[in-house]
């Protein structure tokens, strides 16, 4: 069933993803829209009870965390990124941990950066933290995985996710991708979040 969730903005009601460990976010690659709606996503919870984790293919660590303190505001209790293909591993922010892959075809070695830091965050949550966590993004990935290799390795990813009872928020852009594709990739999430180019929210459960 979907439901129109507001405006961006707006206040959507992401309280229908409650239950949802790993969501599709369907959203445009250009601009900020995408970049918006994750950190919209990922601040569910308030960032002092929060533990939030990225893997992107678009900025560097310290950009990363510059768009968040712009978006956001306020730091989250443990903040990690794992910079694919952007060189350097330094988050210039005591609040962030960062890791770097260089070669964005390496999916082994961003699943060990991942998983190091989700096992290391998991571990040191309190109770009533929680754990968000944002892959930006699907169609990066399939620039440098075919579909059945990016299957196999989000079906990993998303896994780990749910078994260390965090969040995670998969971008993808749907005018990237053909009808098969994205009917292959939506196997693997318990809910769907359109976000479309009026910046309304639709959730699919």
């Known amino acids: ?41 990922l601040t569910r919870t308030q960032p002092s ?4 984790l990225t893997v992107t293919y678009t900025d560097t660590a310290p950009e990363f965390v510059a768009h968040w303190n712009d978006y956001v505001g306020a730091a989250p209790v443990r903040g990690g990124v794992v910079a694919v293909g952007q060189g ?16 964005p075809a390496d999916l082994t070695g961003i ?6 830091l989700l096992s290391t965050m998991s571990t040191a949550a309190d109770d009533g933290e929680q754990l968000a966590f944002c ?3 699907i169609t990066s990935l399939l620039q440098y995985a075919d579909l059945q290799r990016a299957f196999r390795f989000l079906h ?14 998969y971008r993808l852009d749907p005018e990237a991708h053909d009808a098969q594709a994205l009917a ?22």
């Open 1 to 41: 069933m979907a439901e129109r969730a507001g405006e961006e903005g707006d206040g959507p009601e992401l309280s229908r993803l409650s239950g949802a460990s790993n969501v599709l976010v369907l959203v445009s690659s250009l601009g900020d829209r995408g970049r918006n709606a994750c950190f919209e996503l």
């Open 49 to 52: 009870e929060t533990n939030v």
């Open 88 to 103: 350097g591993a330094e988050a210039g922010d005591p609040s962030w941990v960062a890791k770097s892959v260089d070669n």
């Open 111 to 116: 699943g060990i950066e991942l998983s190091e």
């Open 135 to 137: 892959f930006d993004s």
């Open 156 to 169: 990993v990813v998303t896994g780990r996710v749910k078994t260390a009872d965090g969040v995670g928020y």
């Open 184 to 205: 292959t990739l939506k196997g693997l999430f318990d809910a769907v979040v359109e976000v479309d180019e009026n910046g309304e929210w639709t959730i699919q459960r």
